[in-house]
């Protein structure tokens, strides 16, 4: 299998519950980001991984919680959510960490959550 | 806060019709890139700009960057149902994170 994959591709959960979005890429990519896309607005850069290590957290609550335990995988860990977190939840890969020049970012297809 | 400001929101016109949708901004980009996107699918890329006034062609659509690297255009002919999709632009800074504007939804109408 090639490009980028992410599991499942819907979720619907409770606010009590805990989940867990599956990240893997195909590509031999060193840099990993979680996404997320909501209804009217621009796309929101969460978290950015390089080489299995954080180097990004934009302001995202906790109870959003990424792991990356290796290069070709990467987690998003769910708990205690809130009705304004669905959306559909991006995950996507490039080469390297974005450059000044240029970069390219390889997207899976999402996981449309919903919180109920 | 840096923004991209992409125009119009929403565009449906009948095949064969040529369009211009837009992307502009306040800030200076080191690059800007365009994706397309299409219904329970992600963003997939179509082209990359770096230089001021660079046009960049991929068939029947002509990408351009504004000279002052703020703003860019997308330039479709002869409209196709293919092309149907949300259009979104995203600007890079050096040592900057990638921000990306709300997208032009397209829809070609056959």
């Known amino acids: 299998e090639t490009g980028v994959t992410q599991t499942p591709r819907h979720l619907v959960m409770g606010m009590t519950n805990k989940k867990s979005l599956k990240c893997e890429q195909h590509?031999?990519?060193?840099?990993m980001y979680w996404y997320k896309q909501s209804a009217k607005k621009p796309l929101e850069l969460m978290f950015v991984y390089s080489l299995e290590e954080r180097v990004e957290n934009n302001s995202v609550p906790s109870r959003f919680s990424p792991e990356c335990p290796n290069s070709s995988h990467l987690f998003l860990h769910l708990h205690t959510l809130q009705p304004e977190d669905s959306a559909l939840y991006l995950c996507?890969?490039?080469?390297?960490?974005?450059?000044?020049?240029?970069?390219?970012?390889?997207f899976g297809p999402g996981t449309r959550l919903t919180v109920t | 806060t840096q923004l991209l400001e992409q125009s119009p929101q929403f565009l449906s016109i009948q095949e064969g019709e040529n369009l211009t949708v837009y992307c502009n901004s306040s800030s200076v980009f080191s690059s800007l890139q365009w994706y397309r996107q299409e219904p329970g699918e992600g963003p997939v890329l179509l082209v990359t700009?770096?230089?001021?006034?660079e046009v960049k062609k991929l068939k029947r659509l002509t990408f351009q960057f504004g000279d002052a690297r703020k703003d860019s255009s997308l330039h479709i002919t002869a409209a196709q149902p293919g092309d149907t999709g949300l259009y979104l632009c995203a600007g890079g800074k050096r040592d900057d994170k990638i921000i990306f504007g709300k997208g032009t939804r397209l829809h070609i109408l056959p």
């Open positions: 700009v770096v230089t001021g006034g």
């Open positions: 590509l031999g990519h060193n840099a």
């Open positions: 996507a890969s490039s080469q390297e960490l974005m450059q000044e020049i240029s970069y390219e970012q390889y």
